[in-house]
Nanobody, 115 residues
Framework: QVQLVESGGALVQPGGSLRLSCAASGSIFSLYHMGWYRQAPGKQRELVAAISSGGSSAYADSVKGRFTISRENIKNMVYLQMNSLKPEDTAVYYC?????????WGQGTQVTVSS
């Protein structure tokens, strides 16, 4: 069983920055594939960024060049640095882990981009 706890969501002005954090349980975190997803009201949950156990990353086109996913295996943490935020980035952001063929989700953290 893997537990994920997100933090760092907030209200931020357009053009601002936030860093989301996801703390994961488990002794083999380095083997987890991790990802950040988001869900805006009335929309489906979508992939924002993912990072493999080997450190390779991928991004949605809408966030390329603005968001950066990273992981710190020694601390069982994954991060999402979000720069140049736009109102359309407003959503609940979820952390996802894949381990042993199973998928785990965190409870989400709200990001609101508004002036």
């Amino acid at each position: 069983q893997v537990q994920l706890v997100e933090s760092g969501g907030a209200l931020v002005q357009p053009g601002g920055s936030l860093r989301l954090s996801c703390a994961a349980s488990g002794s083999i975190f380095s083997l987890y594939h991790m990802g950040w997803y988001r869900q805006a009201p009335g929309k489906q949950r979508e992939l924002v960024a993912a990072i493999s156990s080997g450190g390779s990353s991928a991004y949605a086109d809408s966030v390329k060049g603005r968001f950066t996913i990273s992981r710190e295996n020694i601390k069982n943490m994954v991060y999402l640095q979000m720069n140049s935020l736009k109102p359309e980035d407003t959503a609940v952001y979820y952390c996802k882990a894949i381990s042993g063929g199973k998928v785990y989700w965190g409870q989400g953290t709200q990001v609101t981009v508004s002036s």
